[in-house]
């Protein structure tokens, strides 16, 4: 009889601690199960937008439940055509005037939902030092994509190697809209890519924040520096009917964030223009 108590005492344990294992490794499961996050796909461009996804946003995206992933584009094209297809969720190489322009002419609809800190464009060279020194004739690189060539001929404009009409709409000034070119500047637009390897046979070359970076120029040894008003300010962008969802809301709490300017003050990109609506 005491065999057979003991017995059960035992085999009463034994189904106890089974049950308590069984628990515990049930509660793990469904904690392990509410800690999994959703891989989203963000498409960039040459330059610092890819590296600041991965680097600083990536990580606060994923206290929201979001991993990231970028996918490298070599054009400033095909980012938002994918992103209209579906094949990516998200982008982050561009500014608000490319992305009206870009998507009035393509019939897409996307949404511009934060901006970030920016690198503008710069005037480099590998023949001067300061603009003073700009000779007459002498040949400048500029992008043949509308957007940034009217932003060329503006910073162009600004340091006073030209004039363009009065009445024009500056985002879509083209080099006919010249009225004054007082050196004779000889024009050569080439793909944005290009432009830093254009440096070797033009006098001065008009290269935008991503391909600069990408090439290691260092901003602070450009002969000038564009003061970026807000509609060339770098934004991310979803698809307009992905505007409201849960994605799109974490990244919009993300880039407002305090954490956010935070990190960027940390990081390499510390020395970007901030966005005008960081406050």
Do not use: C
């Amino acid at each position: 009889m005491k065999r057979n108590t003991k017995w059960l005492i035992g085999a009463g344990i034994i189904i106890i601690l089974l049950g308590g294992v069984f628990t515990i490794g049930h509660l793990n499961s469904k904690q392990a199960t509410s800690q999994t996050t959703k891989t989203v796909t963000i498409g960039v461009a040459p330059g610092p937008y890819g590296d600041m996804a991965k680097k600083v946003i990536g990580p606060l995206l994923k206290k929201k439940g979001f991993t990231v992933k970028t996918k490298e584009f070599n054009d400033y094209i095909q980012p938002n055509k994918a992103l209209s297809t579906g094949e990516i969720d998200a982008n982050l190489f561009q500014h608000t005037a490319y992305l009206k322009t870009f998507s009035k002419a393509n019939h897409l609809k996307l949404t511009a939902i934060a901006k970030t800190p920016t690198l503008g464009m710069g005037i480099y060279s590998k023949k001067i030092t300061k603009l003073s020194a700009l000779k007459n004739g002498a040949t400048v690189s500029l992008a043949n994509d509308p957007s940034n060539l009217a932003r060329s001929l503006q910073l162009l404009a600004a340091n006073k190697l030209i004039k363009l009409k009065a009445k024009i709409n500056v985002a879509q000034a083209s080099l006919a809209d010249i009225t004054s070119n007082p050196k004779h500047l000889k024009f050569k637009t080439l793909d944005a890519a290009q432009l830093p390897q254009s440096q070797s046979n033009v006098t001065i070359a008009l290269i935008p924040g991503n391909y600069s970076w990408n090439a290691n120029l260092d901003p602070s040894k450009a002969l000038a520096l564009e003061n970026l008003s807000a509609d060339y300010q770098e934004v991310f962008v979803v698809k307009t009917s992905a505007k409201n969802s849960k994605f799109a809301k974490a990244v919009k709490s993300v880039l407002n964030s305090q954490a956010f300017k935070d990190a960027i003050a940390k990081s390499k990109f510390k020395n970007f223009q901030k966005p005008d609506t960081w406050k």
